[in-house]
């Protein structure tokens, strides 16, 4: 069964420094893809980023970056320059990669890290 | 724009009346899928359709029903409501089963059955 961890419920950044959100995960497939998502006081959930288990490189989308440790099976994501804004709450998720059945592209979610930004 | 739409936003019910949550997706994606989101539970999947007529059990199926007779919309049933199905529901659609693509949500629907 594939499980996703995130470890810390809470963090606090000051605003203009980097925070660094940890996501572990367990899977016995190859073929897997990893997403983080934003869900900020309103509700809705934003995606943000996006690494692919055969992706040899760290993901980047602007200010979001992914360290993606395959051998550790990690898959953190770094904030940098800290806005207000990025006070929200943070999912990791994780996509199955294994053939037509079990569950389709159902992603599997961790249980959130709350970000708070602070001046 | 493109944009996954539930309806309704918010709903407070009782016990035992039947109620739907309707979600359409204008970007003609094949995959669509209905999430439930508790506290300290993260989100998990209720049910989900690879194409029209084709529906399958996410991890927390019961007491919900779906259908995909367009591809565009897929509701979720609630025959029988009951509190414990209180929660924050979201739909998701992505272009194919499989792909790299992200699922796209909608806003939510929050429904508290008393």
């Known amino acids: 069964a594939q499980k996703i961890t995130q470890t810390q419920p809470g963090m606090f950044v000051q605003e203009k420094e980097a925070v660094t959100l940890d996501c572990t995960y367990d899977?016995?497939?190859?073929?897997?893809?990893l997403f983080w998502y934003k869900q900020p006081s309103s509700g809705e959930m934003i995606f943000l980023i996006y690494q692919g288990s055969y992706d040899e490189q760290n993901a980047t989308e602007g200010r979001y970056s992914l360290n993606f440790q395959k051998a550790r099976k990690s898959a953190n994501l770094v904030i940098s320059a800290s806005q207000l804004g990025d006070s929200a709450m943070y999912f990791c998720?994780?996509?199955?990669?294994?053939?037509?059945?079990?569950?389709?592209?159902?992603?599997?979610f961790g249980t959130g890290t709350q970000l708070k930004v602070e001046l | 724009e493109a944009q996954v739409t539930q309806n309704p936003r918010y709903l407070i019910t009782v016990t035992g009346k039947k109620l739907t949550v309707t979600c359409s997706q204008n970007?003609?994606?094949?995959?669509m899928s209905w999430y439930r989101q508790d506290p300290g539970l993260g989100l998990r999947q209720i049910y989900y359709s690879m194409n029209v007529e084709v529906t399958d059990k996410g991890d927390v199926p019961e007491g919900y029903k779906v259908s995909r007779k367009e591809k565009r919309n897929f509701p979720l049933i609630l025959e029988s409501p009951s509190p414990n199905q209180t929660s924050l529901y979201f739909c998701?659609?992505?272009?194919?089963?499989?792909?790299?693509?992200?699922?796209?949500f909608g806003d939510g629907t929050r429904l508290s059955i008393l």
């Open positions: 998720a994780m996509r199955e990669g294994r053939g037509l059945t079990g569950g389709g592209n159902k992603l599997t």
């Open positions: 970007m003609n994606h094949e995959y």
């Open positions: 998701a659609s992505s272009l194919i089963a499989y792909s790299n693509q992200p699922q796209h």
């Open positions: 899977t016995s497939d190859q073929s897997y893809g």
